[in-house]
């Protein structure tokens, strides 16, 4: 992050390119996995705003998956705590302080993108297993990985919706608001 630059980037909904600029801060609360135990961290988020069409945009980090509350870290964790057959499903839900039909969702969704990551192909050739610790054994496995997934598909990996662009915040000019 201190390296990004928001006045080189190109705005994702109009496409203007270097018209983003630095707008505002707010801060998100993520839940991580820290010594054993669920931890709830407070950070920071950086928002731009296009000169061009006027909307803002968080820009979040690799780990940090738009719309949950939990680390990709965290959910990687518990399916890696999963697939690689640590623990059962029951213990998992317990340790990690989560509910089953959140691991099923987490479960089902890495399943789909894992399909759009590797293929239908070799997602069928590849088990779950094997997945989960290509992608844990990389030295850096978010960088790249996440922007490659990012590209391909317009959503972060683990996200489980697109942000259909209705949703996207317009800010009125200074002129135009309220007191």
């Not at 998956?65 to 964790?77: K, V, W």
């Not at 691991?103 to 192909?121: A, D, N, P, S």
Request: glycine letters at 2%; proline letters at 6%.
């Amino acid at each position: 992050m201190a390296s990004f630059q928001p006045e080189m980037e190109s705005c994702p909904y109009c496409d203007a390119r270097a018209s983003c600029h630095i707008f505002a801060y707010y801060r998100r609360y993520l839940i991580d996995f820290v010594t054993g135990h669920p931890v709830v961290v407070q950070i920071r988020i950086l928002r731009v705003i296009c000169a061009s069409c006027g909307s803002t945009h968080a820009i979040l980090f690799d780990p940090i998956i738009p719309y949950e509350q939990h680390s990709l870290f965290f959910i990687l964790r518990v399916l890696a705590t999963y697939l690689l057959r640590i623990s059962t499903v029951e213990k998992i839900c317990k340790t990690f302080e989560i509910s089953t039909s959140t691991f099923q969702r987490w479960k089902k969704l890495y399943e789909q993108h894992r399909r759009e990551w590797q293929g239908t192909l070799k997602s069928m050739e590849i088990s779950l297993r094997d997945s989960i610790l290509e992608l844990i054994r990389k030295e850096d496995p978010f960088s790249d990985f996440a922007i490659r997934f990012f590209e391909k598909t317009k959503i972060s990996f683990l996200q489980s919706h697109k942000n259909p662009s209705p949703y996207q915040r317009r800010i009125r000019s200074p002129e135009t608001d309220f007191p």
